[in-house]
Each structure stands twice: as C-alpha cells, then as structure tokens.
C-alpha cells in the first residue's frame, strides 16, 4: 500500500525555515552569515573602523570648537564685561569722591575737578548702555544694571542740589551732599559690587570650559586606535602579511589627531592659565585695591563736609584703611593693596609699588591734618593740608598723594590689562584650527582603513 504523500496546498500550513521568513533573511541571521565567510568579516571590519574613526573626529571637533568658543567668549564679552563692571564701581566710587572734593572748594573749585566728576558719571553711563547691549536678558546681571541706571541720575540730582545750596552758603548743602553719598554707598556702590560679581562669574566659568580636558575625545580616539591595531593583528595572523598600506595609514591618521589634540590643547590650557595668572586675577585684586583708596579718599573728605559733627567718617577711613593694608601677625600683608602687589606680574610690579609709597605718604599726611584739627584746634589748617584749589598749595596736599596713588593704580591696571590680552587672544583660533585639523584626519583615517581592507577583499574575487 503506497504512502500517502503529504504536499502543501492553499490550506496547509507554510514551514518555517529557522531565521528565513517570506523568503527574506532577518537582519541578525544576515549578519551572522556574513560573519562565517572572510570576505564578510573584512566588511564588517572596515564598517567598524569607518564609524569608529569618523565618530572620533566628530566628537572631537565638536568638543574642541566648544573650547574655542568658550575661549572667544573670555576674550571678547566675559573679561570686557567683568572689567566694565570693574569700571562702574570705580567710576562711581571716583564721582563720589570728586564731588566731595569740589564741595569743600566750593566756589574756587577747579575746573578740572568738575569735569572730571562729569566724566565718571559720563563713564558711568556708557558703560552701562554698553554692558546692558551685551548681556543676554538671562543674565543676573541685567538686573543691576537696570538699578545703577534708574540710581545714577538720582544721586547727580543730589548733588547738584548739595552745590546749588553749597555756593548760596546754605548749611543744608552739606547734609544733601552727605545724603547723595549714603545712596551711593548703600544703593550704587553695592549694585556695582553685585554686578561685578556676577560678570566675575560668568567669566570663571569661561575659563572652565575654555581649559576643560575633552576626555570623551580622547576616549574614543584610544578606541579607534585599538580597534585599528586589533584589525591589523587580527589579518596578520590570518594572511602572514606584516603590514596594511591602508591601515597603517589609518593609524598613523588618528595617532597625529589625538597628537594634534593634545599639543593644541596643552597650549591653549597654558596661554589661558597665563592670561588668569598674569592678567585677569591681578586686576580682580587691583580694582579692589583701587575701590579701597577711593573709600579712604571719600571718608577723608566727607570729614571735612561735616565739620566733626560726626565720627562716622572717621571710623570708615580707620576700617577702609586696614582693609587696604592692613597686615597679619607676622607683618605680611593681608590688604587689598598687599594682594595686588603680591599678583601683580612683572610689568605691573613697580607701579603697584610706587602706589604703595604713595599711599603710605598720604596716610601721613592725614595723619598730620587729624592732629592739626583735633590737637591743635585748627578746622581751616587742617582743611588746607587735604585739599587746595590753586596749583602750587595743591601739590603739598593729602590729595596730591592720592591722586597720586590713584594714577599709579591706574598704570598698573593697563599693564595688567594689557599682559591679559596678549596672553589670550588667538586661543580660540589655534583651538578652531585643531577641530577642523582633526576632523580631516579622521575622515582621511576611515578612507584609508577602508580602502586598506578593500584590498584584501579583491582579493576574494
């Protein structure tokens, strides 16, 4: 009795044949035959190094173009906008202390103490118009800015109306101008220390990610270059054949990247580094220095504005100048001055020094004029040893020495300033100049692998 046999018809089910279904291969099984022949793993090898290469490069620019735009951005906005804020502290700071000046000169006050209070106040403007131009609206920043320019026109109001009642010989004058000062110091002076410190912090952060060390990039160009070796082992054993043209190439392609990467990285990291050591951290110190002497000078004349009616301004210029050189216990300095005479670099050093002494003959002769008023009894002395309007009385006076101080604080600042630019400037575009350096080397890397291995593969053919 024949067997029936069994065929497939429109009702039977359809067999199924492991990994092949409709006749189609899945994707795994697809792979998983074409790595059983030579030909098929040499693919898959050169698809590897392809993707591994051209992701090193990609990540790599990437990562290196953002330290290039973090390096622009110390160059040309944080460090111009932290030195701005710098600027309209000290700008205001000034006003303050000029227009107490030509309030005790009165009607012989020179014409050069005017304009010079109208061209802090002028500073003062622009730098906030600008510095407000150039912060997102994100920014903390914006807030202060927005108070020191509602501010601003509130205090120059006061004190016109302290020098309109000043000339009319109106005792009032004196207490709108001791008014005018207080804002200053409770409103102005602590917005710009406010803004100061914001724009400090944005620039910190600059300077992070400006010298920050792309690890990813280096992690992934050491697996490129071991999966390029692992290759080349691997066909050695296979073929007996010493080196890949193509693949060696390769290699050499992504060791000169991550070299690249690394002396373009290295340099950049020291330019930076110089730049804070040299420029922007002994500002920072020179301007707090700076804000101290105009404190000083601004207590010293507000005493003189109150006639000792009180002994505030006595006790800010004892506290304003400890905090401005003051000493620890074993004689070091520990003021705001003997902090920027220790940060100051090379070409900045001598003239912090000669503020030094001219601060310390300034201190003397305030001194001098203390005792002229309160031992001696002599208010008029004491006032003509601070401050003198005609020239040749001037130069024997306690603000000659400050002046004097002021502009040897100013020298230094551009020295400083100046160390800072040079040492930074260019980073961002030798760092641009690596991330396209290296990009190109990876795609030249994933060509020559893959044009490497191509040649094994004719030989299949």
Same mark, same amino acid.
């Given at each position: 009795?024949?067997?029936?046999?069994?065929?497939?018809?429109?009702?039977?089910?359809?067999?199924?044949?492991?990994?092949?279904?409709?006749?189609?291969?899945?994707?795994?099984?697809?792979?998983?035959?074409?790595?059983?022949?030579?030909?098929?793993?040499?693919?898959?090898?050169?698809?590897?190094?392809?993707?591994?290469?051209?992701?090193?490069?990609?990540?790599?620019?990437?990562?290196?173009?953002?330290?290039?735009?973090?390096?622009?951005?110390?160059?040309?906005?944080?460090?111009?906008?932290?030195?701005?804020?710098?600027?309209?502290?000290?700008?205001?700071?000034?006003?303050?202390?000029?227009?107490?000046?030509?309030?005790?000169?009165?009607?012989?006050?020179?014409?050069?103490?005017?304009?010079?209070?109208?061209?802090?106040?002028?500073?003062?403007?622009?730098?906030?118009?600008?510095?407000?131009?150039?912060?997102?609206?994100?920014?903390?920043?914006?807030?202060?800015?927005?108070?020191?320019?509602?501010?601003?026109?509130?205090?120059?109001?006061?004190?016109?109306?302290?020098?309109?009642?000043?000339?009319?010989?109106?005792?009032?004058?004196?207490?709108?101008?001791?008014?005018?000062?207080?804002?200053?110091?409770?409103?102005?002076?602590?917005?710009?220390?406010?803004?100061?410190?914001?724009?400090?912090?944005?620039?910190?952060?600059?300077?992070?990610?400006?010298?920050?060390?792309?690890?990813?990039?280096?992690?992934?160009?050491?697996?490129?270059?071991?999966?390029?070796?692992?290759?080349?082992?691997?066909?050695?054993?296979?073929?007996?054949?010493?080196?890949?043209?193509?693949?060696?190439?390769?290699?050499?392609?992504?060791?000169?990247?991550?070299?690249?990467?690394?002396?373009?990285?290295? $340099? =950049?990291?020291?330019? +930076?580094?110089?730049?804070?050591?040299?420029?922007? *951290?002994? #500002?920072? @110190?020179?301007? &707090? /220095?700076?804000?101290?002497?105009?404190?000083?000078?601004?207590?010293?004349?507000?005493?003189?504005?109150?006639?000792?009616?009180?002994?505030?301004?006595?006790?800010?210029?004892?506290?304003?100048?400890?905090?401005?050189?003051?000493?620890?216990?074993?004689?070091?300095?520990?003021?705001?001055?003997?902090?920027?005479?220790?940060?100051?670099?090379?070409?900045?050093?001598?003239?912090?020094?000669?503020?030094?002494?001219?601060?310390?003959?300034?201190?003397?002769?305030? $001194? =001098?004029?203390?005792? +002229?008023?309160?031992?001696?009894?002599?208010?008029? *002395?004491? #006032?003509? @040893?601070?401050? &003198? /309007?005609?020239?040749?009385?001037?130069?024997?006076?306690?603000?000659?020495?400050?002046?004097?101080?002021?502009?040897?604080?100013?020298?230094?600042?551009?020295?400083?300033?100046?160390?800072?630019?040079?040492?930074?400037?260019?980073?961002?575009?030798?760092?641009?100049?690596?991330?396209?350096?290296?990009?190109?080397?990876?795609?030249?890397?994933?060509?020559?692998?893959?044009?490497?291995?191509?040649?094994?593969?004719?030989?299949?053919?």
């Amino acid at each position: 009795m024949a067997t029936p046999v069994r065929t497939e018809g429109a009702g039977a089910p359809a067999r199924s044949d492991g990994p092949v279904a409709a006749g189609r291969p899945r994707p795994v099984a697809r792979l998983n035959r074409a790595t059983r022949t030579a030909p098929g793993r040499l693919r898959l090898a050169g698809a590897l190094l392809a993707v591994v290469t051209v992701a090193f490069g990609a990540l790599t620019a990437w990562q290196v173009d953002a330290r290039a735009r973090a390096a622009e951005r110390v160059v040309s906005y944080s460090q111009p906008l932290s030195q701005a804020a710098a600027d309209i502290h000290r700008s205001l700071a000034d006003a303050d202390t000029t227009a107490a000046t030509g309030f005790l000169l009165a009607g012989a006050e020179p014409k050069a103490v005017r304009e010079r209070y109208e061209q802090d106040l002028a500073t003062v403007s622009r730098l906030i118009a600008e510095a407000a131009a150039r912060t997102t609206a994100a920014s903390p920043a914006q807030g202060w800015l927005a108070t020191l320019n509602q501010q601003v026109p509130v205090y120059a109001g006061l004190v016109e109306t302290a020098r309109a009642d000043n000339r009319l010989g109106y005792p009032l004058g004196g207490a709108y101008l001791r008014y005018a000062s207080d804002q200053m110091r409770t409103v102005l002076l602590p917005a710009a220390a406010q803004l100061g410190a914001a724009e400090n912090q944005e620039l910190a952060d600059d300077y992070a990610a400006a010298r920050s060390v792309p690890w990813a990039a280096y992690g992934l160009g050491a697996l490129a270059l071991a999966v390029l070796v692992w290759v080349q082992v691997v066909l050695f054993r296979r073929t007996n054949r010493v080196f890949n043209v193509g693949l060696v190439a390769a290699t050499a392609a992504v060791l000169s990247a991550v070299l690249w990467l690394t002396v373009a990285g290295t $340099t =950049a990291d020291a330019a +930076l580094q110089r730049s804070e050591q040299r420029g922007a *951290a002994p #500002l920072r @110190a020179l301007n &707090a /220095a700076r804000i101290d002497v105009l404190t000083a000078r601004l207590a010293e004349n507000l005493h003189f504005v109150a006639r000792g009616s009180s002994t505030k301004y006595a006790e800010l210029w004892s506290g304003t100048t400890e905090h401005l050189s003051g000493t620890g216990s074993r004689g070091e300095p520990t003021g705001t001055l003997g902090e920027a005479r220790l940060l100051a670099p090379a070409e900045a050093g001598a003239a912090v020094a000669a503020a030094g002494e001219q601060y310390r003959h300034w201190r003397d002769q305030h $001194t =001098a004029a203390s005792k +002229l008023e309160t031992v001696d009894g002599d208010y008029q *002395a004491a #006032l003509n @040893a601070t401050v &003198a /309007a005609k020239p040749e009385d001037a130069a024997k006076t306690a603000d000659a020495s400050f002046s004097a101080t002021d502009r040897k604080l100013a020298e230094a600042a551009g020295a400083e300033l100046e160390q800072f630019r040079r040492a930074a400037e260019g980073t961002d575009g030798d760092l641009r100049t690596a991330a396209v350096a290296v990009a190109v080397l990876a795609l030249v890397a994933a060509a020559a692998a893959v044009r490497g291995l191509g040649r094994r593969l004719a030989e299949y053919r």
